[in-house]
Nanobody, 124 residues
């Protein structure tokens, strides 16, 4: 079993930044891919960024590329999503996810393990 917990959400104004963190515990495999997904009101779930524990390969959706960065914090052992130049369109609940292979993660597949989510609100 794997447990994930997100933190760092909040309310900011357009153009500001936030960093979300995902802390995991339990049976997290070295070959798992980790992803950040989001669900905005009235929209389908979107995978915004992915990270491979092994090797550190990253991937991003076109909607956030060059604004968001997914990184591993080795001190806190978290997967962070650094979000810059936020817009109202980034308003969503952001979820951490794992439980897939690296290949599956690179294809955007979601695994079985989800955190409860953290709310991000961006005002104009």
């Amino acid at each position: 079993q794997v447990y994930l917990a997100e933190s760092g959400g909040g309310t900011v104004q357009a153009g500001e930044s936030l960093t979300l963190s995902c802390a995991g515990s339990g049976d997290i495999k070295d070959w798992y891919g980790m992803s950040w997904f989001r669900r905005a009101p009235g929209k389908e779930r979107e995978r915004v960024a992915g990270f491979l524990w092994s090797g550190g390969t990253t991937c991003y959706s076109d909607s956030i590329k060059d604004r968001f960065t997914i990184v591993r914090d080795h001190v806190r052992n978290t997967i962070d999503l650094q979000m810059n130049n936020l817009t109202p369109e980034d308003t969503a609940i952001y979820y951490c996810n794992t439980g897939v292979t690296g290949t599956e993660m690179l294809r955007g597949k979601a695994g079985d393990y989800w955190g409860p989510g953290t709310q991000v609100n961006v005002s104009s």
